[in-house]
């Protein structure tokens, strides 16, 4: 297999250093290695496959060396600004911010669920917000089976997708220090509110889940409703999704459906008090689905409960697995 040459940009923030972790655990065949950043961490080393690497700031030259891949997680601003100039010199970015991923000449892909959407590419694809990409996983089977009609999603979300400055306003919140990140405590608290408010009264969070359902799925008219919410837990979403269905199905087949489909894991045995937790999948690559049950007040309706590593599968891993779809492209 040929190698690559690939940089990832915002390398030393939360998804940045998850990023190279899973760089390393899944293999990829890379030749030249790359990570940058803001001139804040300019000269700082990163650890990478037992060598060193200093961290370049990230400038308008950074593509001009033959890079194949980057991906970046450095927020929506500097998305906007350095996506273009690394497409323009023949590079293929996988963008983790919200910049790009309604834009449609920009794929926005769940490798699970539409992998085939990288061939019509033009140097930028969106990785999802991670909220979508774990319930994309479920929603898919499901779609492809039973037709969905429906969706209502409440979320319960850690605070690691505020990044490093989430995390610590959760650390120094349990010590009785005021939040610098989010607008109240964090600690001890539950807030209806991820990312900003928009002229409907949503979170852009909220509409984020909305717009890329329906973009990831392929079903632009999907209806689609949702809920966010900023919970004290440091790793690994967890989502409350309630599902009408077009067609009739069987429980069983639905259990059965969900453990045989790519990246879940079934954790559904009530008697036993067995049913997915954001302490189990935190640093796992699964998405985990229980508390699986009909939904007795619709006539084809169902309940789920949805958790995964949002740092994993909610952006780091999904991205490299981007890359790997993208390298396999390549030979
Ligand atoms: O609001 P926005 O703009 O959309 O940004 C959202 C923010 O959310 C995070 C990410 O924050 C992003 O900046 N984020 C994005 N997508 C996410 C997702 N799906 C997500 N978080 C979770 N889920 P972050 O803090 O995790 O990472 C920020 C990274 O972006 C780099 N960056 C910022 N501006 C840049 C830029 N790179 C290039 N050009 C720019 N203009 C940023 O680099 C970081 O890599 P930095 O040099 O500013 O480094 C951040 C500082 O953090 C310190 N640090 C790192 N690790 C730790 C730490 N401090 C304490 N403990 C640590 N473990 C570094 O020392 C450095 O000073
Ligand atoms: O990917 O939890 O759009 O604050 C932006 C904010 C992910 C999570 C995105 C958060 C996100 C996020």
Request: with cysteine; proline share 6%; net charge negative.
């Amino acid at each position: 297999m040929r190698k690559v040459n690939l940089a990832v940009v915002g390398a030393t923030g939360m998804v940045g250093r998850t990023f190279l972790k899973v760089l390393e655990e899944r293999n990829l065949p890379i030749e030249n290695f790359y990570v940058m950043a803001s001139s804040r961490s300019a000269g700082n080393k990163l650890t990478f496959m037992g060598r060193e690497y200093t961290v370049e700031e990230l400038n308008e030259h950074s593509f001009d060396k033959p890079i194949d891949i980057a991906l970046f997680s450095a927020g929506g601003t500097t998305s906007a600004k350095f996506a273009p100039v690394a497409a323009e010199h023949g590079c293929v970015v996988v963008d983790n911010s919200a910049q790009w991923r309604q834009d449609p000449k920009v794929p926005l892909i769940v490798p699970e669920v539409n992998p085939e959407d990288i061939s019509w590419n033009s140097g930028i694809i969106a990785n999802p917000n991670c909220s979508t990409i774990q319930a994309m996983v479920v929603l898919k089977p499901l779609d492809d089976k039973y037709k969905i009609k429906r969706v209502v999603y409440s979320t319960y979300q850690a605070v690691s997708g505020a990044g490093i400055a989430g995390w610590k306003d959760l650390e120094n919140g349990l010590k009785g220090e005021a939040p610098k990140k989010f607008p109240h405590p964090i600690a001890n608290n539950c807030l209806p509110h991820i990312d900003v408010f928009l002229e409907n009264d949503y979170t852009k969070e909220e509409m984020k889940m909305i717009w890329e359902t329906r973009k990831i799925l392929h079903h632009p008219d999907m209806r689609v409703t949702a809920t966010t919410v900023r919970v004290p837990v440091f790793s690994s979403h967890s989502e409350s999704i309630n599902i009408e269905f077009e067609n009739p199905f069987d429980i069983k087949d639905v259990k059965e459906l969900l453990a045989g489909a790519p990246g879940i894991v079934l954790q559904d045995d009530p008697a036993h008090d067995v049913y997915p937790l954001a302490v189990d999948a935190a640093g796992k690559d699964d998405v985990f689905v229980g508390r699986i049950r009909r939904d007795e007040s619709v006539e084809n309706g169902i309940n789920l409960w949805v958790v995964a590593d949002n740092i994993r599968k909610g952006a780091a891993t999904n991205a490299v697995q981007i890359a790997e779809l993208l390298i396999k492209s390549m030979n």
